[in-house]
């Protein structure tokens, strides 16, 4: 058996072999990664769904991805996790502790959790974390990718995932504040998270409400739920199956596409706007006054 076939066997062992694969940067293993990558993406396991979450730091996605793991195997369903971790720019590393709040069953198989570092990439995800989800997708129903905390314009997810969670924290803006944030206009579901605090929470859901639909998008579903007390994740949960992506879901690369699949940083312009000259505006000729000839007396 290939180590595609074992993947989509549910080995623990050949995913982790997999994950180690799509995320090396060697010379050699590109060659074989994309070859891995082309195998499992054209071959999903039935029924699978990949589901973003994102928002910005200290929302609680973490703990809201552990609830969600909890009300995914609670229906019987396996989960595989990709959890971004942001990287220092003074040592280049990362403290990958979003996994350290997922609880989790001891010795659960039906559960995968892996931690990647977004290292100097934009966007809210990890070079390998397109590819990585694609493995996962292979051997898990459920296959969750969690951003790093972001802004308002991250939204590489939204390349990732069928459906996407955005985060959002009470009392964080009013309803221009939404309006101005790109992650409003992401496929997915919204939630207000840290429903416990009452009626600061019931408020943010008011302002999310008017601004989907001064957006034009008053069909967005919208989630009042706690990761702490669990109240409304079992909610979450089913409108993230039932979202319907506006765009088709994640497809296999091309051949040659090892580096495409680890993804590739979108802070730069592209190549040809880089060296292209800006126009210069044409100036028009100035007019020449003569002064009137002095007639002889």
């Known amino acids: 058996m290939t180590l595609a076939d074992d993947v989509r066997a549910g ?35 039935e029924g699978a769904r990949i589901v ?16 969600l793991v909890r009300a995914w195997r609670g229906d019987g369903l396996t989960v595989g996790v ?3 971790d942001p990287s220092s720019r003074r040592s280049g590393g990362a403290f990958l502790g979003d996994r350290a709040r997922i609880d989790r069953p001891p010795g659960d198989d039906g559960v995968f ?31 969750l990718v969690e951003t790093v905390g972001v802004g308002q314009s991250e939204t590489d997810v939204a390349t990732v995932a069928d459906a996407t969670a955005v985060v959002v924290q009470p009392a964080s803006g009013d309803v221009l504040q939404f309006i101005k944030a790109g ?17 600061i929470a019931r408020r943010s859901l008011r302002d999310l409400r008017v601004a989907l639909g001064l957006l034009g998008r008053p069909e ?8 702490h007390t669990g109240d409304g994740v079992d909610a979450l949960a089913r409108a993230l199956d039932a979202a319907r992506p506006g ?16 993804g590739r940083p979108r802070d730069r312009a592209p190549r040809h706007a880089r060296h292209r000259r800006p126009r210069r505006a044409r100036r028009r000729p100035r007019a020449r006054h003569r002064a009137p000839r002095r007639r002889r007396p």
Not at 24 to 40: F, K, Y
Not at 52 to 67: F, H, I, M, R, W
Request: net charge positive; glycine share 10%.
């Open 183 to 199: 992650l409003m206009e992401l496929d997915g579901v919204l939630v207000v998270n840290k429903a416990d605090l009452g009626a």
């Open 52 to 67: 973003g979450l994102t928002g910005p730091p200290g929302v609680g996605k973490s703990t809201l991805a552990g609830a």
């Open 113 to 143: 959790v892996r931690s990647m570092a977004a290292r100097d990439r934009l966007g809210g995800l990890a070079p390998g974390a397109f590819a990585g989800a694609l493995v996962l997708r292979a051997a898990y129903d459920r296959v």
């Open 247 to 262: 765009r088709p879901g994640p497809r296999a690369p091309a051949p040659r596409a090892a580096r495409r699949a680890r």
């Open 220 to 227: 967005v579903p919208l989630v009042l739920a706690s990761a």
């Open 11 to 45: 080995s623990r062992r050949a995913v982790r072999e997999a994950l180690n694969l799509v995320e090396s940067e060697r010379a050699a293993d590109l060659a074989a990664a994309a070859e891995l990558v082309d195998a499992l993406a054209g071959s999903p396991r």
């Open 82 to 84: 990709v959890a971004v």
